[in-house]
């Protein structure tokens, strides 16, 4: 047990550069909830957006929604990093100096929105077809009619699976190692080779990701509480 415990010494060595692994590790660490954080804003902007648009009675416009959701969903998200990486900035030479940062998060979160839009089309679907035209008989725009009637209904209903894709966003972020982001997968594979402490490494970072689940689990867990319906207990004293 103790040679356990005194291998891990390692993370207090300086990497030769003026720093220990653990401060690298916790900057890692700071790297990966920086993309998961940016691509979820992305995520729930556009995904609930396109959802939106898949309810629409116009079916035009319903179209785009769906072909949205089908082109982002269905292609490996490794191969849509790799697309923003190489390919995007090829074609739109104005983006060629953006870093790799930016241009992970935007794929990262195109990816989930694509997830997230199939969920808000199925909350809003679930509610009864008669709330819209209530709403519309009251004279609210469609647009007030989502607003404030039909999404804030919507979201009590997919809070669970946001969660979810909540915790994915997280660990799927570990693709930006792909494209030479000094997240925690790339620093456990760097670390690894450079120390020939593989099992700690990898053991740390899955403690970590496994961390920035859990939290997020419990957020969640916090907003669901808060967005439940009030009832009343009908016959109290």
Not at 3 to 22: R, V
Request: positive net charge; proline residues 3%.
């Amino acid at each position: 047990m103790l040679d356990i415990l005194k291998s891990f010494e390692i993370f207090l060595q300086d990497t030769g550069g003026g720093e220990t692994y653990l401060q690298w590790l916790l900057q890692a660490w700071g790297w990966t909830l920086a993309v998961s954080f940016a691509a979820w804003i992305v995520a729930i902007i556009v995904g609930v957006t396109v959802g939106v648009l898949r309810t629409l009675p116009n079916r035009y416009i319903a179209f785009i929604g769906n072909t949205w959701t089908e082109i982002f969903r269905n292609i490996p998200l490794l191969v849509q990093i790799f697309i923003w990486y190489h390919v995007v900035p090829s074609l739109f030479l104005s983006l060629k100096d953006l870093p790799s940062f930016a241009l992970v998060f935007v794929g990262l979160g195109l990816f989930t929105s694509a997830r997230i839009a199939e969920q808000v089309k199925a909350g809003i679907e679930s509610l009864s077809k008669g709330q819209l035209q209530a709403s519309l008989a009251l004279g609210l725009t469609r647009t007030q009619a989502y607003r404030f009637v039909l999404l804030p209904q919507a979201f009590r209903i997919i809070v669970p699976p946001l969660t979810s894709e909540s915790m994915s966003i997280i660990k799927n972020s570990s693709v930006a190692y792909a494209v030479s982001i000094s997240e925690l997968t790339m620093f456990a594979m760097q670390a690894g080779e450079e120390t020939a402490k593989n099992i700690q490494m990898f053991l740390a970072t899955t403690i970590l990701y496994a961390v920035s689940a859990l939290a997020v689990n419990e957020i969640s867990k916090l907003i669901e509480r808060r967005m439940q319906f009030k009832t009343s207990r009908v016959g109290a004293k």
